[in-house]
């Protein structure tokens, strides 16, 4: 097994021609990683990812070769998977206007060239969900939205269809899902790649909230922020801090831990319908 | 719909490459010209869309490796890019 890249919150494996992905239960807000881990986080996502491939197996096929094929150590946090070519573009659907894309909205009434209509406001949810794609990074510090065309410029148009396609059937499938168990998807990010038989195949992970952002739909009001189910409640203590969001980040107090977990824990299990056991 | 997707991979070839990498490259082969390219100009998406082009019109698949395009940062691009945390 050969350790290839460690990351903030997860660590990538090579082992026997597979990926290892590991994930840890660390935390990060504010490009910084905090010194606190949140117990169970790292299983929880990894297991939530899991549900979701297999529930979606319908959708798109993906990279998971076995959640328990992998090294005792590592235990509910990692997943063996298929190495995959990956598409230099990261596929983001939107079912509700916020963030950036509002600001884009505001501005030019589009987000990444798809017009939507006037009227619309801060939470607001859109006619239809929208591909939104962008680059994986921006090595100039700015916004880095892209447009369909873009995407059909840079890998083809009909790969970009595949792309557009398969990302907004995703988000329908799986907005739905959450909707049934009271969670709105704002928005949510995809990776593909092409597996050994030229398959268009999902990868990374997938509609957890570290790949999405959720808000509590009972709680949903257009017109102003909206918050996010599980992360913001770490976000918001580590502002109230006083903290300058540069590295160190502060130690999460046992209070803190306890209650992010339970909404890690929390989202699990209203989407998934399961109980989770330590 | 998996059917349709088998046979769309345009890379089957087996040429792939990444082109955050080529321009990276392309950078550097202008440096050695004496050139003094600034990414400042233009913009990521331009710049990967284009290299992406080219790419393709030499017949190798813009590409990326798994441990360049998973994020194993717990969404903190995602955050930043999409909510401006």
Known sequence: MKHIHEGKVRDLYEDNGDLLLVASDRVSVYDVSLPTPIPDKGALLTQLSVWWFDNLSEVVPNHLISATDVPIEFGRRAIRCKQLKMVPVECIARGYLAGLGLREYQATGTVSGVSLPPGLVEGSRLPEPIFTPTTKFSDTGHDEFITFDDVANGVGQETAVLLRDLT??????????????????????????????????????????????????????????????????????????????????????????????????????????????? | MSDQRQNHDPYSSGQGYDPYKLVDDVIEVLVQHGLSPDRSHGSTSERITGASMLLRNLGVAPLRAPEDAVDLDGGLHYDSRMHGD
């Open chain 1, 168 to 278: 907004t059937a995703i988000y329908k499938r799986g907005a739905e899902r959450t909707a049934e168990a009271g969670i709105i998807v704002a928005d949510t990010k995809f990776e593909f790649g092409w597996d050994a038989d030229g398959v268009l195949t999902l990868g990374d992970e997938v509609l957890t909230s570290d790949s999405s952002r959720f808000w509590p739909a009972d709680e949903w009001q257009p017109g102003g922020p909206q918050h996010a189910f599980d992360k913001q409640f770490v976000r918001d203590w580590s502002v109230s801090t006083g903290w300058d969001k540069t590295p160190p980040g502060p130690a999460i107090p046992d209070g803190i831990v306890q209650a992010t977990r339970e909404r890690y824990t929390e989202v699990y299990e209203r989407i998934t319908g399961l109980t989770w056991t330590s």
